[in-house]
Nanobody, 123 residues
Framework: QLQLVESGGGLVQPGGSLRLSCASS????????MAWFRRAPGAEREFVAS????????YYADSVKGRFTVSRDNAENMVYLQMNSLQPEDTATYYC????????????????WGQGTQVTVSS
């Protein structure tokens, strides 16, 4: 089992920044793809970004490219999502997810999920 716990959400004004954290524990993370998804009220869950735990390769949704940065700290077993230039349409619950040998955009391929952290962008 792999346990994931997100933190760092909150209320921020348009144009502001937040950094989300995902703490992972429970088993080796080598070979895992780690991803961030989000779900806005009334919307489907949406892929945001992913990173391969071992080689650090990243992938972003077009909607966040250039504004968001995903990173990981292997020593601390943490994955981060730095979000800059936030807009009201970024308001959502953000989830950390993990999948063995996968870091694509399909949420059904991810086996492990955190409980989510709320991000609200509003003036």
């Amino acid at each position: 089992q792999l346990q994931l716990v997100e933190s760092g959400g909150g209320l921020v004004q348009p144009g502001g920044s937040l950094r989300l954290s995902c703490a992972s524990s429970g088993r080796t993370r080598s070979g895992y793809g780690m991803a961030w998804f989000r779900r806005a009220p009334g919307a489907e869950r949406e892929f945001v970004a992913s990173i391969h735990w071992s080689d650090g390769g990243t992938y972003y949704a077009d909607s966040v490219k250039g504004r968001f940065t995903v990173s990981r700290d292997n020593a601390e077993n943490m994955v981060y999502l730095q979000m800059n230039s936030l807009q009201p349409e970024d308001t959502a619950t953000y989830y950390c997810a993990a999948a063995l040998y996968y870091r694509g955009t399909v949420s059904g391929q991810y086996n492990y999920w955190g409980q989510g952290t709320q991000v609200t962008v509003s003036s």
